[in-house]
């Protein structure tokens, strides 16, 4: 391949790379998506590996985090029994598909974090000194706060999501 | 304190610490987050060192994160030569300061990234043999399509925090 197109893919690569660590995913997990979002046929593991110069270890890791939020899928290559990946394109069709349970998924865990913290807040016995029943007022209060939060970021999240 | 409030405490400062890996920041980052919030008065880094068993530099890196954020703002302490920090609890004030500047300088440079791929692409010269013709072609498309994500991104993001 001509070496000022080489220069251009991994450009890309690199900027999406950079990208990705904003939203939650690794640099190389952005970096491997960018390979097979810039990528005319499908890949196997030893051609990201080859590209991106990583070890086989990470790039399997870092495909079943892609694989799992539905930005990656296996395809069937004939006569090749190894595994090829292609990137997921359709934008829509991601923020609806796996990142959106993944999503849910992860608010729903902070959701019964904040139920659990309050219910051990209610448990403590009521025999506490004055020091302690002021910090019950206020983790209380807090969890109030994080929960206002935590009802915007839902909010948000399904206005984009649907 | 308590032991059962010590509990509830650590409770909730782990769920966000596994909250914040899923937007871009990292377990401790939130950790130390969590705690500012769950604290009834400024701490120092000697403080969240103790109460989260990190090194005093990864305290240190972790605060610097979060007061580039705007999460975290440094507070001062009447008799103390420390710094003594507190947690930004205002949700609104946080999406709009920032926050906001990051993700639109995040975005910002996503964009600088594809002009630049773009580029590149336009400073090849003519006489491609006829796979590199096609490459280039695959690229121009998929560099469309790449813009096309970063707009519906970008409207999504501004429709959050204006």
Redesign the interface.
């Known amino acids: 391949?001509?070496e000022?197109?080489v220069?251009?893919?991994d450009?890309?690569i690199?900027?999406?790379g950079?990208?990705s660590?904003?939203?939650?995913?690794s640099r190389v997990t952005g970096q491997l998506y960018a390979t097979l979002?810039?990528s005319?046929s499908p890949l196997c593991l030893d051609d990201i590996v080859e590209r991106l110069k990583i070890s086989k270890g990470s790039a399997s890791v870092n495909i079943r985090t892609l694989e799992r939020w539905g930005l990656v899928r296996k395809v069937w290559v004939k006569g090749s029994r190894k595994d090829f990946y292609e990137a997921e394109?359709n934008?829509e069709k991601i923020i609806n598909g796996e990142l959106a349970v993944q999503?849910r998924r992860?608010l729903g865990?902070?959701l019964?974090?904040?139920t659990?913290?309050e219910n051990?807040?209610k448990?403590?016995?009521e025999d506490?000194n004055q020091?302690?029943k002021?910090?019950?007022e206020?983790?209380q209060k807090?969890?109030r706060?994080?929960k206002?939060?935590y009802k915007?970021a839902e909010g948000?999240l399904e206005?984009?999501l649907s």
Chains 1, 2 share one sequence.
């Open positions: 391949m001509n000022n197109l220069r251009a893919r450009n890309f690199e900027g999406i950079h990208l660590t904003t939203v939650g995913l979002f810039f005319n394109v934008f999503v992860k865990r902070t019964d974090t904040l659990e913290t051990l807040i448990e403590i016995p506490l020091e302690d002021k910090t019950v206020f983790y807090r969890l706060k994080m206002e939060i915007l948000f206005s984009i």
